[in-house]
């Protein structure tokens, strides 16, 4: 819209400060908390302007004892378990819905569009409604505190089989004919001409389901007992608990701003992709 | 190089059958053009010989072998589809060559191929872009040059041209035909439009809902059309139909008028006239209330009804003729030019 209107400019700019204010004000505390020292975050008031301590406070949180008193992993090894985690689940659910959208799209077998809309009902059975049996298995299968434990329950994804397939029924026919008689094999077309074709989907749904990946939080509490095996996002939440002390403030808000990071990365190294994946319909 | 049989060919979708009983022998080299309009099977009856629709009854042979089981790779054609089909992430060479590739030819002929028919096509210059990036005729010679690399037995096109202006598409109908000539490959063309049809192909095989309606030269087909369907469908502007009485090589039409035949049919019969034949002549037997006049420059169309009746009629006359609107045209016909069918059976009755 082109259009030379003060006041309409005025109040659109006003929202858009307002939500950035709105988002940014707690990273700024985080942040300001995170650089002062511990005895200074006890004090009231609270600092609103950066401290010196943000590199002691880094080397304390990373590869020091963390906080102290307690026996949690070092943060470095949480930051690790998380991106691990996050990726087994995204690169695995990316990997089993492209299969399984390749084999609905372009297999003929019995009841496949039976399979289809099984595979879409789990939409409506996430990890939250199916704990206890999913505990179940998993402890069965003898995957308590491991990294397959944490991941595999979640990587079937409906979402991402529904996406793919979409994508899939836009390529056109004569691609796949072409194919044929270039002599491609199914795989061979798979690899060659349709992942390619869906790299741009692909890189979006990564960023999704990267996010979504490192936020888990109920899962990996559950499942994870050793100390070794915590993920960053669930041990902020302990270290407000741990030990009967009064919360470490500068050394947990290090943590948090550790834990924004990753995501943080991904979704600004893969924005182009991500944007062109979500918009692009030219195939 | 390879001729084609096609013996009995039927393609049934669940109970719907959709071709019936095609019959047809494609020399070794020849241009064959299938052409019909939309809905008539000729697209089916394409990719039933590349592979890619099974063939419910009948037999496929190409180069005597019999390839109904085949899948399309092992039948050694190479096919242009109309929308392309080029691989959008690929470049022009890596387009080209990926057939070759999957057969894991040696780099160095994979190459020479590639370059070999690039320049055949004046391509060169173009092949490290994508697909994207290319003008419409140029993907279509890109497609056309995937299909040479391959050094085929058979050239499949499904309606190649029909996504390109028309300019362009003279020019690469004339292209198409000089290519297939130098590399002397069997083709099947399949095309709804009848000016391409007729200049592209050594021979025409006319579908008219699932069946050949005629299987012939260019020339045959327009001297003598085996039907009143491939009658109207052959020629531009179509042939002019009415319903006549035949009495020993003389025919009655309706409003009075007779022109002569060389048939000695009897009884009712279906007249063809084709416009570009009624020669002007004040005397002339065929009389016709002009009512619209079309001047193409070279020729004048004169739009009417057939004096007396009702019956629509078209005439082609040489240069300019502006005045004709309004007036009545008396034309004569040749007795040879004259086309007689059986209004019941649609067939030719005239040798």
């Known amino acids: ?283 | 190089m390879a001729d084609i049989t096609l013996t009995d060919l039927t393609k049934s979708y669940g109970p719907t059958e959709v071709l019936h009983h095609i019959e047809g022998d494609i020399n070794d080299g020849e241009f064959i053009v299938i052409v019909g309009p939309s809905g008539c099977g000729k697209s089916t009856l394409l990719r039933m010989v590349a592979g890619l629709e099974t063939v419910t009854s009948g037999e496929i042979q190409i180069g005597g072998k019999r390839v109904n089981e085949l899948e399309p790779s092992a039948r050694d054609i190479a096919m242009v589809f109309q929308n392309y089909a080029l691989y959008p992430h690929m470049s022009v060479r890596e387009n080209m060559a990926y057939g070759l590739k999957i057969r894991k030819l040696s780099k160095d002929e994979i190459n020479r191929r590639v370059e070999e028919a690039a320049d055949i096509l004046e391509i060169r210059q173009y092949l490290d872009r994508k697909p994207r990036q290319l003008s419409g005729g140029q993907r279509q010679r890109v497609a056309m040059g995937r299909a040479i690399v391959r050094d085929p037995q058979v050239f499949l096109f499904d309606e190649p041209l029909s996504n390109l202006d028309a300019k362009l598409r003279v020019q690469m109908r004339l292209e198409i035909r000089k290519l297939q000539q130098r590399l002397g490959v069997t083709s099947i063309y399949v095309t709804h439009d009848q000016v391409e049809a007729m200049t592209l192909g050594d021979r025409l095989m006319v579908l008219n809902g699932g069946y050949v309606e005629q299987f012939g030269t260019p020339i045959e087909l327009y001297d003598r059309p085996a039907s009143v369907f491939v009658a109207g469908f052959i020629g531009s502007p179509a042939m002019n139909l009415i319903p006549s009485q035949a009495s020993g090589g003389a025919i009655s039409l309706p409003g009075g008028a007779q022109v002569n035949s060389a048939t000695d049919a009897n009884g009712d019969v279906l007249l063809g006239l084709r416009p570009e034949h009624l020669t002007p002549d004040e005397n002339g037997p065929v009389s016709i209330d002009v009512e619209m006049v079309e001047q193409l420059g070279a020729n004048t169309l004169l739009h009417g009804t057939l004096s007396g009746t009702n019956h629509e009629m078209v005439a082609s006359v040489a240069g300019h003729d502006a005045a004709a609107s309004g007036t009545q045209r008396r034309f004569s016909i040749s007795p040879d030019l004259v086309h007689l069918f059986d209004p019941q059976t649609e067939k030719r009755l005239n040798p």
């Open chain 1, 1 to 283: 819209m082109v259009e030379n209107r003060p006041l309409a400019d005025f109040i659109t700019h006003l929202v858009l400060v307002l939500g950035v204010v709105a988002i940014a004000l707690p990273i700024w505390i985080t942040f300001v908390a995170a650089s002062h020292d511990e005895i200074r975050m006890a004090q009231a008031p609270l600092p609103l302007w950066p401290g010196d301590q943000l590199w002691v406070n880094l080397k304390q949180t990373l590869f020091g004892e963390g906080l102290s008193g307690t026996e949690t992993a070092p943060v470095w090894l949480m930051l690790f378990n998380s991106l691990f985690m996050a990726l087994m689940i995204s690169l695995g659910k990316i990997g089993i819905s492209l299969l399984s959208a390749f084999a609905i799209v372009y297999f003929k077998f019995p009841f496949r569009m039976a399979c289809f809309w099984m595979i879409f009902i789990t939409l409506m059975l996430p990890v939250e409604v199916r704990i206890l049996p999913t505990f179940e298995v998993v402890a069965n299968l003898g995957m308590l505190n491991s990294y397959w434990g944490l991941s595999i329950p979640l990587i079937a994804s409906a979402t991402a089989t529904f996406m793919f397939r979409q994508v899939f029924l836009t390529v056109p026919d004569e691609m796949l004919e072409s194919a044929r008689i270039d002599g491609a094999g199914p795989m061979r077309f798979f690899w060659d001409i349709l992942l390619p074709l869906s790299r741009t989907n692909i890189a979006a749904l990564f960023v999704i389901l990267f996010i979504f990946g490192w936020n888990q939080y109920l899962w990996p509490l559950l499942i994870t007992t050793d100390t070794s095996m915590t993920t960053i996002v669930m041990s902020i939440k302990q270290m407000l608990e741990a030990a009967e002390q009064s919360p470490q403030w500068n050394i947990i808000m290090m943590t948090a701003l550790l834990a924004m990071i990753p995501p943080i990365f991904v979704v600004i190294s893969m924005q182009k992709l991500f944007v062109q994946g979500l918009t692009e319909t030219d195939k």
